[in-house]
């Protein structure tokens, strides 16, 4: 089984920064794909950023210049460092992982529990 902790959010001004980790243990032969997505009040949930294990990464427009996203594969934990942070980056942050799955030959997806972040104007 795989579990996701996460560590690193709460309450900041405007134009602040916070650091997101969240680290998976369990059987975990190797991850594909680590990052991070988000889910304001009344919103769908959307990615921020993701890596692939080659070190390739996708950010969300919005994000773009001001998120980075990294990860230490010694340690299967992805971070999301988060600066100049507006209100409307106000969301619960979830992480998520893709390991591939010999068995079923296929990409098999992980979430974290959710950790509030709340930028205040």
């Known amino acids: 089984q795989v579990q996701l902790v996460e560590s690193g959010g709460g309450l900041v001004q405007a134009g602040g920064s916070l650091r997101l980790s969240c680290a998976a243990s369990?059987?975990?032969?190797?991850?594909?794909?680590m990052g991070w997505y988000r889910q304001a009040p009344g919103k769908e949930r959307e990615l921020v950023a993701n890596?692939?294990?080659?070190?390739?990464?996708d950010y969300a427009d919005s994000v773009k210049a001001r998120f980075t996203i990294s990860r230490d594969n010694n340690k299967n934990t992805v971070y999301l460092q988060m600066n100049t942070l507006k209100p409307e980056d106000t969301a619960v942050y979830y992480c998520?992982?893709?390991?591939?799955?010999?068995?079923?030959?296929?990409?098999?997806?992980?979430w974290g529990q959710g950790t509030q972040v709340t930028v205040s104007s």
């Open positions: 890596m692939a294990s080659g070190g390739d990464t």
């Open positions: 998520k992982i893709a390991i591939y799955s010999t068995a079923t030959r296929a990409l098999a997806n992980y």
């Open positions: 369990g059987s975990i032969p190797s991850i594909n794909v």
